[in-house]
């Protein structure tokens, strides 16, 4: 549940989940944050090696080389759905193995944390990928708010449009919203008069396809936010260089009292 600053200054050994869109600089910050002496537990990391690391292997017939400098294999085992692509049982079931692998990975923060404080860590950010707003698992949200205070890095207009422009420049493989999926793919066949799947162009579709799961994504990202923890516009930590700039934004941005 959220906290007020005295809550947030009074936890000794503090344990930040950053969450928001791709590209919007929780992995700079977690860096910047481990430079400082910090934990960081990398869930895209995590998902791409120890929860689906096997079965990369098994899938692209090829040695896991997933890094935390490239998931560039990551982002190819999960694919594109279209002609000469993946066929789409085949990347349903990629889908639905990614979704797995990322709740499992959110499931052990408490043990990635006492792990860290055994070894001599005293504060740990949690790297959370673009899609964690796509856990609708009250239960497993309900524990990593237990045991770290999630910041939503708010993209602002600006930033909304460059990454929307990416992904029509360079479409890419993407996590898809669950309960929206496969409504889009008809929508998509039923626009472009196709029969199936594999008569669709899947650059095309990541293109006509990534507005429609960023506007989807906008208001989980700031329910998650309001139920559990703190909205932080992304202009705020432009400039951050230490630790104790990025705790005193935080600070900052919590309430007295509610």
């Known amino acids: 549940m959220p906290i007020t600053k005295s809550d947030f200054n009074k936890i000794e050994n503090k ?17 910047l944050l481990a ?15 120890t929860y689906l690391g096997a079965e990369i292997e098994e899938t692209l017939g090829e040695k896991n080389t997933v890094i935390a400098e490239d998931l560039s294999q990551l982002s190819r085992y999960v694919g594109q759905l279209g002609a000469g692509k993946l066929p789409f049982d085949e990347f349903k079931r990629r889908q639905n193995t990614y979704f797995e692998a990322e709740c499992e990975s ?7 944390v006492a792990q860290a404080h055994k070894g001599g860590f005293s504060q740990v950010v949690n790297d959370s990928t673009g899609s964690l707003c796509e856990i609708d698992d009250e239960v497993l949200l309900d524990a990593v708010d237990e045991n770290s205070l999630i910041v939503y ?32 793919v008809e ?13 669709m162009d899947a650059d095309d579709f990541g ?22 923890g703190v909205t932080i516009p992304s202009s705020a930590f432009h400039g951050v260089t230490t630790s104790n700039d990025f705790l005193k934004i935080i600070e900052s941005h919590l309430p007295d009292e509610y």
Not at 41 to 49: A, F, H, Q
Request: hydrophobic share 35%.
């Open 187 to 199: 929508e998509y066949l039923t626009v472009n008069d196709l029969k199936d799947t594999n008569e």
């Open 15 to 31: 344990v930040i989940t950053l969450m928001g869109m791709s590209g919007i600089g929780k992995t700079y910050l977690s860096c």
């Open 153 to 184: 890095i708010k993209a602002n207009a600006e930033e909304e449009k460059h990454v929307l422009k990416r992904a029509q420049d360079y479409p890419k493989p993407m996590f898809f919203s669950p309960e929206r999926f496969a409504f889009w």
């Open 106 to 112: 959110l499931r052990q923060l408490q043990k990635v």
């Open 35 to 49: 430079k400082e002496g910090w934990f960081h537990y990398s869930c895209d990391l995590e998902i791409g090696t």
């Open 207 to 228: 293109r006509w396809v990534f507005p429609r799961l960023f506007e989807n994504r906008l208001p989980k990202y700031q329910y998650i936010a309001d139920k559990y």
